[in-house]
């Protein structure tokens, strides 16, 4: 079956850095997705990635290894506004999107 | 979410009622979906659209009608609501350099 695993919750200081494990099972792969969503609001794309590597975006960065079926998203110096949770989704062979849970992640100032 | 209006944004239900969420973009995408999001689960499809004219099922279909007259509008639509189907309705547009989803803002629905 397809799946993807996230951790529920995860809590950080303000200013410090936070990383977001996501592993993933689908059949057949076209790429991973991050994507920020803050109570009560709709999710917003942060990034794609289908090649290994990491793309480095502002204080947002993410990760991918095909191989071992693993992203992470990398948050750096911690703002307030980023509490929110922060959902990762495969795209299938069908180019359909495979989604988790969703991550919620606590700033502490 | 410029470019996806959802209509309603909230709505309660008795059991049994029957009722039409309309997803509307000016984004001239073909791609449109139709998700469900409940505490705790990942985002799940219930119907999608591949163009006008088009819909196919997602998921999580029964229960749920979908129509894509206009390219502009998908409309979802609840025949005989269940309190399973409490939950929060997002529509999204496929769209930009990666394919990503574009969301509407969300139709929060409580079924009684």
């Known amino acids: 079956g397809q799946n993807i695993d996230q951790p529920t919750e995860m809590t950080a200081t303000e200013g410090a850095i936070v990383q977001i494990n996501c592993t993933y099972q689908t059949s057949g792969f076209n790429g991973l997705f991050w994507y920020q969503q803050h109570a009560g609001e709709a999710p917003t794309f942060l990034s794609y990635n289908v090649l290994d590597g990491l793309e480095e975006k502002g204080r947002f960065s993410s990760f991918l290894s095909r191989s071992k079926g693993y992203s992470y998203l990398l948050l750096k110096e911690l703002q307030m506004k980023d509490s929110a949770s922060y959902l990762c989704a495969a795209m299938d062979s069908n180019y359909q999107l495979i989604w988790g849970a969703g991550t919620k992640l606590i700033i502490k100032p | ?112």
């Not at chain 2, 749920?64 to 509008?73: A, D, E, G, H, I």
């Open chain 2, 1 to 112: 979410n410029a470019g996806v209006t959802q209509t309603p944004k909230f709505r309660v239900l008795k059991t049994g009622q029957s009722m039409t969420l309309l997803c509307a973009q000016d984004m001239n995408h073909e791609y449109m979906y139709w998700y469900r999001q409940d505490p705790g689960m990942g985002l799940r499809l219930i119907h999608y659209s591949v163009g006008e004219g088009t819909t196919a099922k997602g998921e999580v279909p029964d229960g749920y009608n979908v129509s894509r007259l206009k390219k502009q509008n998908f409309l979802l639509g609840l025949e005989s609501a269940a309190p399973s189907q409490t939950s929060v309705y997002f529509c999204a547009i496929a769209g930009g350099d990666t394919g990503e989803l574009f969301f509407g803002e969300g139709s929060r629905l409580t079924v009684l």
